[in-house]
């Protein structure tokens, strides 16, 4: 009964006045699974986001979570998953202590293990005001307080943007650690980011969204298999290279780099008849795929 | 036994893990009885997806190179393959066939091909008797 999909989203459309901020978005994740979402900023990630948890209602198209409609079944999607948005707010009068307990108030379940644990870790001072906290401090109680109810879906907005990177580091591996290490089946990530070199690990799929719309959705080993660097030296600089299916040919002298798209034992050898003096392929990694989607064909209205 | 990913390798994540745990195995690195690391503790080190980690270690589990003790964790078995002795030829005929392919595209004659597979078994065997 795990196959409904935690999130289910089709044809989505949200308008700000003309601004289509999300323009016909469908994605699918799968219980259980670790999702990126990456998209530069203004490309409708937040939007989308916000659609997920009823904070905004769609234009058009629909929306699912947990095969659930979050407009008409609000509770019963939140009460199953946590957010940590971008920026996070507390009362500031509240102490560490008192946030948690009121956030625990809402919840059907909260884990005071994981809570005790998460707290040493982090150093965090139970008795400490809110407002006397860092910005690294708020997120990390933010993810306690995310963690703790031991949600089956973990909604995650630019959650380590303007961190420092020890916080960032932090972040990951309690996300792996806390979160991941229960019934994996019922455990699931959705992560919005531009910081995508952080959770490259972590990914086992992600779209990439532009301009509202989806440009590339893949599995991320898929992704790594298929988009490829490949550099050449020759010892001449080669004639016009005829390079069937490259994202990118870059020539500087006797030295080609070319980003692949899936084609490339095809480009290998090509270039090898070229007599090359050495060639060399590496895999991009997410981030470099992210980088290199703008050379895959934008999306047309 | 420290573990490492690469993700400019193009290899997918968790074979990388299978291959290191069966290097280490035949290098010494780890000896029958030792334990890997939790499944947890390996994740949060790496920074990859525990699904990632528990999917390497069914897979040297189906290999026969390690074995899940409920409640203790995953150890190294003693070097015992499951497999009859045809299959375990094939399969590394395979992988000989490939170096072979290798060291003719690098102009590698027999005879130093030949020296050097027996300096890697020597290698290799040193390590272990350590």
């Known amino acids: ?301 | 036994m420290l573990l490492q990913v690469n993700f400019k390798t193009g290899k997918p994540v968790y074979l990388q893990l299978v291959d290191q745990v069966r290097y280490a195995a035949a290098s010494g690195g780890l000896r029958a009885g030792d334990a890997l690391p939790s499944v947890r503790q390996l994740a949060e080190d790496l920074r990859v997806n525990r699904n990632t980690i528990a999917k390497a270690y069914a897979e040297l589990e189906s290999q026969g190179v390690i074995e899940t003790l409920p409640g203790k964790g995953c150890f190294l078995k003693e070097n015992n393959t499951p497999f009859t002795k045809q299959v375990r030829q094939k399969l590394l005929l395979k992988e000989i066939d490939e170096a072979v392919v290798t060291a003719h595209h690098l102009q590698v004659d027999r005879e130093t091909f030949l020296a050097l597979v027996h300096e890697r078994l020597d290698y290799f065997e040193s390590k272990q008797e350590k």
Request: proline share 5%; hydrophobic share 35%.
């Open chain 1, 1 to 301: 009964m795990n196959e409904t999909p935690v999130i289910e989203i089709k044809d989505l459309t949200r308008r700000y006045g003309k601004l289509d901020a999300v323009d016909g978005l469908s994605l699918t994740v799968k219980p259980g699974r670790c999702y990126g979402f990456f998209g530069r900023n203004g490309a409708g990630k937040t939007t989308t986001i916000k659609c997920l948890l009823n904070l905004l209602r769609p234009t058009s198209g629909t929306v699912r979570v947990f095969g659930l409609d979050p407009q008409k079944e609000e509770v019963a999607v939140k009460s199953r998953l946590t957010y940590v948005p971008d920026t996070v707010a507390f009362y500031p009068w509240m102490t560490v202590r008192g946030t948690l307990d009121y956030l625990a108030s809402f919840r059907a379940h909260w884990n005071r293990d994981i809570e005790a644990d998460l707290l040493r870790r982090f150093g965090l001072n139970a008795d400490q005001k809110a407002s006397a906290l860092s910005k690294g401090q708020r997120t990390q109680l933010a993810l306690v307080g995310a963690i703790c109810p031991e949600p089956e879906l973990l909604l995650l907005d630019e959650p380590t943007s303007g961190l420092d990177p020890i916080v960032r580091r932090e972040f990951i591996e309690t996300v792996i650690g806390a979160y991941q290490s229960g019934d994996p089946q019922r455990r699931t990530v959705f992560v919005s980011t531009h910081l995508i070199s952080e959770f490259e690990g972590l990914i086992d799929e992600f779209t990439i969204i532009e301009q509202g719309r989806e440009l590339l959705t893949m599995d991320a080993d898929a992704a790594r298999d298929r988009f490829r660097k490949i550099r050449a030296r020759f010892t001449q600089p080669p004639a016009k290279l005829d390079l069937p299916g490259a994202l990118s040919v870059k020539q500087t002298g006797r030295e080609v780099e070319v980003l692949s798209n899936g084609s490339s034992e095809e480009i290998i050898a090509k270039l090898k008849a070229c007599q090359p003096e050495d060639v060399q392929t590496e895999s991009l990694t997410l981030e470099e795929i992210f980088v290199a989607s703008k050379h895959l064909s934008k999306p047309t209205a």
